[in-house]
């Protein structure tokens, strides 16, 4: 019986509350988990988890073993770490929840650079709009627009996510341009389902009270792509994060809408349990994003700031 490895097992039960999938992140079978698991209950005598055919808690004494072993782990693996670094290059599997909206056109050469500086790192990212605790479901960091759902987890800003509402010209030669917020009832919108403001919405403008509307859109999607290809198509007016519309606009397939009033910004921030702050692979993926975004405005916004489509200016959510 290898504790170690045994203790890792128990540990990775606990946070995923599943052997099954404890198992696929640990990328072993489940009856090696399961089998890691009895040995550990054998030695201390006793049952750490309570096992159902629907869920998986831990025992009074399996709490009471959690909090040290969590520790313990993520010590063990700092240190390899460390160790890795000071003989040659850091190495091992890195696992990264990230949104799409992010990743498709922005994240790749920032992977390229990472690993050409650090190319025995395994980057296992996987890519979805869901929030996710990365706690329990076993990623290092999670790369998103939301705050962290609880006391177990830290994050670091990285960049701010601005939104514009934006159409073809094409619509707008047909439709009509609208000159002020409320101008929006009249036309059809298209609107990301994710954001946690939900329908409510509300503008800016230097010097006049905030604006506040109830904006019901004709199709709502998780995937601002998506919503990119419907405005672009001259189907209706979209609000799209910058990141995502900068270059249909600079383009000229998107034109900028209502420049005079401004929606409040969120922030892409770097998730991640608050036992790993120390995690030496994760220090070096987070240090490098964030190294990505340190000279001011990301380049997709400054275009924008630079030809008079957006303030540089942030209201925060």
């Known amino acids: 019986m290898d504790r170690f490895l045994s203790i890792e097992a128990f540990v990775r039960v606990a946070e995923t509350q599943s052997f099954a999938e404890a198992a696929r992140q640990l990328r072993l079978s489940k009856s090696v988990v399961t089998t890691r698991v009895q ?10 988890f309570h096992r159902t055919t629907r869920a998986v808690r831990l025992s009074e004494m399996g709490q009471a073993f959690f909090r040290d072993c969590n520790d313990l782990v993520s010590r063990t693996n700092e240190i390899v770490d460390q160790m890795r670094e000071v003989r040659g290059a850091p190495a091992g599997l890195l696992r990264v929840h990230a949104l799409t909206g992010f990743v498709l056109g922005h994240m790749a050469a920032l992977l390229r650079d990472f690993q050409e500086r650090y190319p025995d790192i395994l980057l296992d990212l996987f890519v979805s709009d869901t929030v996710i605790d990365p706690v329990k479901q076993g990623f290092d960091v999670a790369l998103q627009i939301f705050p962290p759902r ?7 800003r990285l960049f701010p996510v601005r939104r514009v509402f934006c159409a073809s010209p094409d619509y707008l030669k047909r439709r009509g341009t609208p000159k002020h917020p409320r101008d929006l009832f009249g036309h059809r919108l298209g609107l990301y389902s994710g954001y946690p403001t939900r329908d409510r919405w509300v503008f800016h403008r230097d010097g006049s009270e905030p604006i506040t509307l109830e904006l019901k859109p004709t199709l709502m ?33 998107l034109k900028v809408l209502l420049s005079d009033f401004q929606l409040s910004s969120f922030w892409l921030s770097a998730v991640y349990p608050r036992t790993q702050r120390g995690a030496f692979k994760l220090k070096l993926f987070i240090e490098s994003l964030a190294a990505s975004f340190a000279g001011g405005e990301p380049a997709w916004d400054k275009v924008l700031i630079e030809r008079g489509l957006m303030p540089s200016a942030l209201i925060e959510a």
């Open 39 to 48: 040995q550990l209950e054998e030695l201390l005598g006793g049952p750490l």
């Open 221 to 253: 999607s998780n995937s601002v792509h998506l919503l990119r290809e419907y405005g672009c198509e001259g189907a209706g007016i979209v609000c799209l994060p910058t990141l995502v519309a900068s270059e249909a606009i600079c383009t000229g397939q």
């Open 150 to 156: 609880s006391e177990e987890l830290v994050s670091r």
